[in-house]
C-alpha cells in the first residue's frame, strides 16, 4: 500500500497537449540525464515525472534510448532558437540611440519568453558551458547571435572588426548575466505589472552598462595616434 502511495505521489499530471508533451518529456529527461547519468536512463521513472504515458513517448518520440537524446538536443535546440526569432537591426545609417533602444527591446522580449518557457533559461545557463550535445544548440545559438552583433556594432558604431567581435561577445555575456539575475522572478506570484517593472529596471542597466562598453572603446580610439 505504501509503495502504491509513493508511485501516485511521483506521478505528475499529464499535460493537455501534444507541444506540452514534448516539453515535459524533454525537460525531465534532461533533469534525469543531470542527475544520474546517460547509463542509468530509466523511461519508466522519467514517464512518470513528466507525466507522459510509455505509450505515447514510443508513438511520437521513439523505443530507444539514442531517439530520446536526439529529441531532446532538437527540442532544446529549436526552443533556444526563438530567443534569436527578433528581427535584425544591422541597418546601415541606424542611429546609436536607435540601436541601443532596439537592442533593449531585444533582450525585454527575450526575458519575457524566459517567463513564459520557465524551463528553458535554467537549463541554458546549466549546460551553457558543458561539452556535451545538449551544449550543441547554445554555441550554435551564441556563435549566431555574436556573429550579427559584431556586423551591427561594425555598422552602426564604426568599430573595426576584431573590436566588434570582441564587443559582441561581451554582448552576449551581459544579455544572459541580466537574464539569470532577472530568473528568480519566473519562479515567484509576481504580477505581470511587478514583472514589467523590474525588467525595465535591468533593461535600462543593460543599456547603460552598453553605452559604457562603447564609450571606452570610443575613448580608446580617440586616443591613438
Given at each position: 500500500?505504501?509503495s502504491?502511495?509513493?508511485?501516485?505521489?511521483?506521478?505528475?499530471?499529464?499535460?493537455?497537449?501534444?507541444q506540452?508533451?514534448?516539453?515535459?518529456?524533454?525537460?525531465?529527461?534532461?533533469?534525469?540525464?543531470?542527475?544520474?547519468?546517460?547509463?542509468?536512463?530509466?523511461?519508466?521513472?522519467?514517464?512518470?515525472?513528466?507525466?507522459?504515458?510509455?505509450?505515447?513517448?514510443?508513438?511520437y518520440?521513439?523505443?530507444?534510448?539514442?531517439?530520446?537524446?536526439?529529441?531532446?538536443?532538437?527540442?532544446?535546440?529549436?526552443?533556444?532558437?526563438?530567443?534569436?526569432?527578433?528581427?535584425?537591426?544591422?541597418?546601415?545609417?541606424?542611429?546609436?540611440?536607435?540601436?541601443?533602444?532596439?537592442?533593449?527591446?531585444?533582450?525585454?522580449?527575450?526575458?519575457?519568453?524566459?517567463?513564459?518557457?520557465?524551463?528553458?533559461?535554467?537549463?541554458?545557463?546549466?549546460?551553457?558551458?558543458?561539452?556535451?550535445?545538449?551544449?550543441?544548440?547554445?554555441?550554435?545559438?551564441?556563435?549566431?547571435?555574436?556573429?550579427?552583433?559584431?556586423?551591427?556594432?561594425?555598422?552602426?558604431?564604426?568599430l573595426?572588426?576584431?573590436?566588434?567581435?570582441?564587443?559582441?561577445?561581451?554582448?552576449?555575456?551581459?544579455?544572459?548575466?541580466?537574464?539569470?539575475?532577472?530568473?528568480?522572478?519566473?519562479?515567484?506570484?509576481?504580477?505581470?505589472?511587478?514583472?514589467?517593472?523590474?525588467?525595465?529596471e535591468?533593461?535600462?542597466?543593460?543599456?547603460?552598462?552598453?553605452?559604457?562598453?562603447?564609450?571606452?572603446?570610443?575613448?580608446?580610439?580617440?586616443?591613438?595616434?
Amino acid at each position: 500500500m505504501k509503495s502504491r502511495t509513493k508511485t501516485t505521489q511521483e506521478q505528475t499530471a499529464s499535460p493537455a497537449s501534444k507541444q506540452e508533451r514534448f516539453d515535459a518529456f524533454a525537460v525531465a529527461t534532461l533533469r534525469w540525464i543531470e542527475a544520474h547519468g546517460l547509463a542509468r536512463m530509466n523511461l519508466t521513472q522519467i514517464s512518470k515525472r513528466s507525466g507522459v504515458s510509455r505509450a505515447w513517448i514510443y508513438k511520437y518520440i521513439g523505443s530507444s534510448q539514442n531517439d530520446w537524446i536526439l529529441h531532446d538536443v532538437r527540442h532544446f535546440g529549436a526552443a533556444l532558437g526563438r530567443f534569436d526569432s527578433e528581427p535584425q537591426y544591422g541597418i546601415k545609417g541606424l542611429s546609436r540611440d536607435e540601436w541601443l533602444a532596439n537592442s533593449r527591446h531585444s533582450w525585454m522580449a527575450m526575458a519575457r519568453l524566459g517567463r513564459q518557457v520557465a524551463w528553458l533559461l535554467p537549463l541554458y545557463f546549466q549546460y551553457r558551458n558543458r561539452k556535451s550535445g545538449i551544449a550543441e544548440p547554445i554555441r550554435e545559438l551564441e556563435a549566431r547571435v555574436d556573429a550579427r552583433h559584431a556586423r551591427e556594432l561594425a555598422q552602426v558604431f564604426g568599430l573595426d572588426r576584431p573590436t566588434a567581435r570582441s564587443m559582441a561577445e561581451l554582448l552576449t555575456g551581459l544579455r544572459s548575466s541580466l537574464a539569470l539575475y532577472v530568473q528568480p522572478a519566473f519562479e515567484t506570484s509576481m504580477s505581470d505589472a511587478e514583472f514589467e517593472k523590474l525588467l525595465a529596471e535591468r533593461a535600462d542597466q543593460y543599456v547603460a552598462l552598453v553605452t559604457g562598453l562603447v564609450g571606452s572603446v570610443d575613448s580608446r580610439e580617440a586616443l591613438r595616434p
